[in-house]
Nanobody, 120 residues
Framework: EVQFVESGGGLVQAGGSLRLSCAAS????????IGWFRQAPGKEREGVSC????????YYADSVKGRFTISSDNSKNTRYLQMNSLKPEDTAVYYC?????????????WGQGTQVTVSS
C-alpha cells in the first residue's frame, strides 16, 4: 500500500522554525518529484517547493525563497521542508505530494497534511 506520512507541524511564534517531514512507504521516493503544498483557510492551495527526481533541482515559491529549504534523505525514504523565519501568513495545512515525472506534473499522490500555525 502506498502511503505518505507528514509530520513536524505545530504552533510556533513568528520568526521561529519548523521542519516538516514526509516519509513514504510502499514505494521509493527516488523515482518521484516531491512537492510541498499548503492551503490556508479560505484560500486556494499553493505550491511551496519541489525537488526533482531527475537531478535534484529545487524550486520555491517567491513567498518562501530564502526562508524554506527542501531536502532529501534517500536512506530514510523521506523528504523534508525546513521552514525558518516563519510568518503568520505561513499558517496553513502543509501537504507533501509525489509526481512520477517532474515538478510540473499533476501530483497524483498526496499525504494527509500537517497543520502549521504561526502566531504573531
Amino acid at each position: 500500500e502506498v502511503q505518505f506520512v507528514e509530520s513536524g507541524g505545530g504552533l510556533v511564534q513568528a520568526g521561529g522554525s519548523l521542519r516538516l517531514s514526509c516519509a513514504a512507504s510502499g514505494f521509493t521516493f527516488d523515482d518521484y518529484a516531491i512537492g510541498w503544498f499548503r492551503q490556508a483557510p479560505g484560500k486556494e492551495r499553493e505550491g511551496v517547493s519541489c525537488i526533482s527526481s531527475s537531478d535534484g533541482s529545487t524550486y520555491y515559491a517567491d513567498s518562501v525563497k530564502g526562508r524554506f529549504t527542501i531536502s532529501s534523505d534517500n536512506s530514510k525514504n523521506t523528504r523534508y521542508l525546513q521552514m525558518n523565519s516563519l510568518k503568520p501568513e505561513d499558517t496553513a495545512v502543509y501537504y507533501c505530494a509525489a509526481d512520477p515525472h517532474s515538478c510540473l506534473g499533476s501530483f497524483p499522490l498526496w499525504g494527509q497534511g500537517t497543520q502549521v500555525t504561526v502566531s504573531s
